[in-house]
């Protein structure tokens, strides 16, 4: 990672009386791969827009690479490739048309365009299918085009709104996949916006969650986790296995009675072959002691990560509240 390529800066979009975003201030560093993650309506996509000088800020400031994209967006469109949520082609042309055609646009030389085109096929992975007319291709082929459509004029940026919408899960895996090697590989910073918690969190280095047109909190997964979650019991989960000599309900009960008496426990709930036990600190090692010593047969232990969705969830409900 190194110097900021995208910087917001109080930026605000009212349409009306309606504030779609509302003072938002946010920086991502080159190489980068930064999740916008918010509900519909949040504000993501007109954030967008704004980064690529296609909507004026209301107030504030947004630089790409160096420059103002409000005041020179031929400029910055040189800089960043926009996939859009549904990118349209000539449904008549070929795939290699379609991208000779975007090569031409963005000034890429007569005597290069097709050969790059081709390059570009290859590389979102779809080398010997460019002679196929869009129209007939797949939706995820159909993504995989836009990527190479967006690439062919070698941005420094890329951002894409929703990319994975309505591909399978496969596809989905794919589309990712590709994202990530191409940022590291070429050093691309990527801005990915997305609804889908469990895509951002694989793949983002950093995530912004927005609710309302207000960024409520920002960083990276591990970071938003231990802030949002400090203080906050950890929880172990337990799997029995009874046995003749100490078969459920009161083998169970008096293994519940015994993990109460551990220094840190909060609490224990069991159901079935189940233990749910929260804790004031991490004592894991001791239940699992404890477990063991008690005869009953320990099948797994899992300490509770919070994810990208416990914490989108907490934050989601705030930013409600407030
Ligand atoms: N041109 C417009 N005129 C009036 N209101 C608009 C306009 N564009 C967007 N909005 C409103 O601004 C808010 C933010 O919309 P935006 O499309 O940016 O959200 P989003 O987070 O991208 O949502 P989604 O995930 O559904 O695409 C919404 O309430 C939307 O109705």
Redesign the pocket.
Known sequence: MNQSIIELEGLT?N??S?T??DHLSLSVSGGEIFG?L????????????MMIGL?EPSSGRVRVCGIDSTHNPAEVKKQVGYLP?DMGFYQELSGLENLVYTARLNGVPETEAAAKAERMLGKVGLAGQGGKKTGNYSRGMRQRLGLADVLIKDPRVIIL??PTLGLDPEGVREFLGLIVKLSREEGLTVLL?S?HLHQIQQVCDRVGI?VG?KLIAEGDIQKLSAKLFAGEPFVVEAGLAFTAGNAAPAGQEQLRASLEQLDGIVSVNGKGDLLRISCSRDITPEIARLIVGSGIGLTYLHRKEYGLDDIYHRYFQEGREN
């Open positions: 979009k349409y009306g309606f779609a975003v916008l918010g509900p519909n309506g949040a504000g993501k996509s007109t954030t967008i827009l909507t949520e709104d929703e916006s609804h927005f047109g």
